[in-house]
């Protein structure tokens, strides 16, 4: 994985004296750990951790891994129609980043002391979450693009703060979690850009598309800042880097020169560039449809998770084959 091409410069002076001295107790440990936070230094998986720290980086990095997998449904569902093999090709390639994001992450997330297996469980039970914008249908090709340009693009402003933040093991995943992402964008971008200069249905397959996934999108940085009561703590522990409004803030301002060289109207009539905070005014999404969505009733909730439950259970032989295999390599070695 990408964390063997790093040099681990992440552990600071302080908390590598700690860890070889055996009789800390709590207090002193608590105090490296947040001096590595203060010092804006990488906590690895064998230093101490505040509980608290350790529940809420599983919490994340587990909810961000079963993004990524749930997310392979919705644009895989146009593999076998993609309209030209070049469209098939990056297709394919993209949903495969996909499936090696959710693998990375659950690398991550293992390191925290949970298994992979445990973390699935847990999300085809419903005890743990994925992005709300993967209970939302792909209804065209365009939706292809749609994805790419928004939902990787929401990706990427949510993302490329995460290379900074102190787990080492989640923030090391996240730099080549970034670049793919970015190449998932652009060929959204590209395939929008095509369809917009051919024939007036395909520019108001692209329209229909932007106005069905324009709000969802901004609802992919969480609830606003003063209903989100988490995220003080994770800022304070560097897991965080950014408030959603930030994030949200951020997104709003990178997309809509992009929707205007596209040429597509984004569905908000409030947009408007303010000249004096310097950013784009925009309306607030619908929050009721947020808080359904990840109460489990947007339009594909149940069938995100039915598919991904059948997935687990056509794919026990392979665990128990690998798992057989290894022991026999393991008592014959
Ligand atoms: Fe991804
Ligand atoms: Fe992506």
């Given at each position: 994985?990408?964390?063997?091409?790093?040099?681990?410069?992440?552990?600071?002076?302080?908390?590598?004296?700690?860890?070889?001295?055996?009789?800390?107790?709590?207090?002193?440990?608590?105090?490296?750990?947040?001096?590595?936070?203060?010092?804006?230094?990488?906590?690895?998986?064998?230093?101490?951790?505040?509980?608290?720290?350790?529940?809420?980086?599983?919490?994340?990095?587990?909810?961000?891994?079963?993004?990524?997998?749930?997310?392979?449904?919705p644009e895989?569902n146009w593999i076998?129609r993609a309209p030209s093999?070049r469209r098939k090709?990056i297709l394919?390639a993209k949903v495969?980043?996909?499936?090696?994001?959710?693998?990375?992450?659950?690398?991550?997330?293992?390191?925290?002391?949970?298994?992979?297996?445990?973390?699935?469980?847990?999300?085809?039970?419903?005890?743990?979450?994925?992005?709300?914008?993967?209970?939302y249908?792909t209804l065209s090709y365009a939706d292809v693009g749609t994805i790419g340009w928004l939902v990787d693009g929401a990706?990427?402003?949510?993302?490329?703060?995460?290379?900074?933040?102190?787990?080492?093991?989640?923030?090391?995943?996240?730099?080549?979690?970034?670049?793919?992402?970015?190449f998932h964008q652009r060929q959204g971008y590209e395939l929008l850009m095509t369809m917009m200069r051919g024939?007036?249905e395909q520019r108001a397959m692209v329209q229909e598309s932007v106005d069905r996934f324009w709000?969802?999108a901004?609802?992919?940085?969480?609830?606003?800042?003063?209903?989100?009561?988490?995220?003080?703590?994770?800022?304070?522990?560097?897991?965080?880097?950014?408030?959603?409004?930030?994030?949200?803030?951020?997104?709003?301002?990178?997309t809509?020169?992009q929707a205007?060289a596209l040429g597509v109207?984004?569905?908000?009539?409030?947009?408007?560039?303010?000249?004096?905070?310097?950013?784009?005014?925009?309306?607030?999404?619908?929050?009721?449809?947020?808080?359904?969505?990840?109460?489990?009733?947007?339009?594909?909730?149940?069938?995100?998770?039915?598919?991904?439950?059948?997935?687990?259970?056509?794919?026990?032989?392979?665990?128990?084959?690998?798992?057989?295999?290894?022991?026999?390599?393991?008592?014959?070695?």
């Amino acid at each position: 994985m990408c964390g063997r091409l790093i040099p681990d410069r992440s552990v600071s002076k302080a908390h590598r004296e700690a860890r070889m001295t055996a009789t800390l107790d709590d207090t002193e440990l608590e105090a490296g750990f947040e001096r590595t936070i203060e010092h804006h230094d990488r906590i690895e998986p064998r230093d101490w951790m505040p509980e608290g720290y350790r529940k809420t980086l599983i919490r994340q990095i587990a909810q961000h891994a079963h993004s990524e997998i749930i997310g392979m449904q919705p644009e895989g569902n146009w593999i076998t129609r993609a309209p030209s093999l070049r469209r098939k090709a990056i297709l394919l390639a993209k949903v495969q980043d996909e499936a090696g994001h959710g693998l990375y992450l659950y690398s991550a997330a293992e390191t925290l002391g949970v298994s992979r297996l445990q973390l699935t469980e847990m999300l085809i039970e419903g005890k743990q979450k994925y992005s709300s914008i993967f209970n939302y249908p792909t209804l065209s090709y365009a939706d292809v693009g749609t994805i790419g340009w928004l939902v990787d693009g929401a990706a990427i402003c949510n993302q490329v703060p995460l290379c900074r933040t102190s787990f080492g093991p989640y923030g090391r995943a996240m730099i080549r979690i970034c670049k793919e992402e970015s190449f998932h964008q652009r060929q959204g971008y590209e395939l929008l850009m095509t369809m917009m200069r051919g024939t007036d249905e395909q520019r108001a397959m692209v329209q229909e598309s932007v106005d069905r996934f324009w709000w969802p999108a901004l609802m992919m940085f969480g609830p606003p800042d003063d209903e989100s009561p988490n995220t003080a703590q994770s800022m304070a522990w560097g897991i965080k880097r950014n408030t959603n409004d930030d994030l949200r803030q951020r997104m709003v301002d990178m997309t809509v020169p992009q929707a205007e060289a596209l040429g597509v109207t984004l569905p908000d009539p409030t947009l408007a560039w303010n000249e004096e905070r310097g950013h784009y005014d925009f309306a607030e999404p619908d929050w009721d449809e947020f808080l359904q969505v990840i109460k489990g009733n947007g339009p594909c909730n149940a069938q995100r998770l039915a598919h991904r439950r059948r997935a687990h259970e056509d794919g026990a032989w392979v665990r128990e084959a690998a798992t057989a295999y290894a022991a026999k390599r393991e008592a014959t070695s």
